[in-house]
């Protein structure tokens, strides 16, 4: 599988319900982030998390990192139709020379009114 | 505060024709810059990344080509286009390790 991959590729909720998408890495990292995309447009940085770590909170959004796992979960809580994107894990590799993300294939996310 | 530029948005081009996709980046000095392709319903495959003006560094074989030709100015080119370069393609400049795209563009070739 690839570096920074995301889980489940499609999520369907109701608004108001909260929203966990999950994403699984290969190798150490310096970091890991999470990026909205609206459908045809440029990614939006949402939190980044460094490897030390483990728990991240912003408005409506809670991050974890399981660096023994190689895992990350963003949790939206009460979700609501604005939320509907596509959502992408990326990690800076440690060893990494000039910031360069990997990113996963993402979760794209459904809110339905 | 910063903000970088790309255009244009969308673009139709016919195979073999050529390509320029302009970014440039206000605010900032000397950032690094990216140039990544997603195809449809896909993440983030890194073309190029530059850490200063002519240094350009190719992450997978292609038929595109960047260059750097000033210290917030980054270009995406192609001599002549096939089907198969058809996709979004996203220009990114990075601080501390936190990336900031452009809006895309999407290439259609046909």
């Known amino acids: 599988s690839q570096q920074g991959e995301e889980d489940p590729q499609a999520l369907s909720i109701q608004e108001g319900e909260n929203a966990t998408m999950n994403c699984s890495y290969k190798t150490s990292i310096n970091n890991l982030q999470w990026y909205r995309q609206n459908s045809g447009r440029g990614l939006v940085h949402l939190i980044l998390?460094?490897?030390?770590?483990r728990e991240k909170h912003s408005g409506r959004l809670r991050v974890t990192l399981d660096t023994s796992k190689k895992s990350s979960s963003l949790l939206i809580t009460a979700s609501r139709a604005a939320d509907t994107a596509s959502y992408f894990c990326?990690?800076?590799?440690?060893?990494?020379?000039?910031?360069?993300?990997?990113f996963g294939t993402g979760t794209r996310l459904a809110v339905r009114p | 505060s910063q903000t970088i530029h790309q255009w244009p948005a969308t673009l139709v081009q016919p195979v073999g024709s050529p390509l320029s996709l302009e970014c440039t980046v206000e605010?900032?000095?000397?950032?690094?810059l990216y140039w990544y392709r997603q195809a449809a319903g896909r993440g983030l495959q890194l073309l190029f990344y530059s850490v200063g003006i002519g240094q350009i560094s190719s992450e997978v074989p292609q038929n595109l080509s960047a260059s750097r030709p000033q210290d917030r100015q980054f270009i995406l080119s192609s001599k002549k286009l096939l089907l198969s370069d058809s996709g979004f393609y996203l220009c990114a400049w990075s601080f501390r390790g936190e990336a900031f795209f452009g809006q895309g563009t999407r290439l259609t070739v046909v």
């Open positions: 998390i460094r490897s030390n770590e």
């Open positions: 990326a990690t800076l590799p440690r060893k990494s020379s000039g910031d360069k993300l990997t």
């Open positions: 605010g900032t000095s000397n950032p690094n």
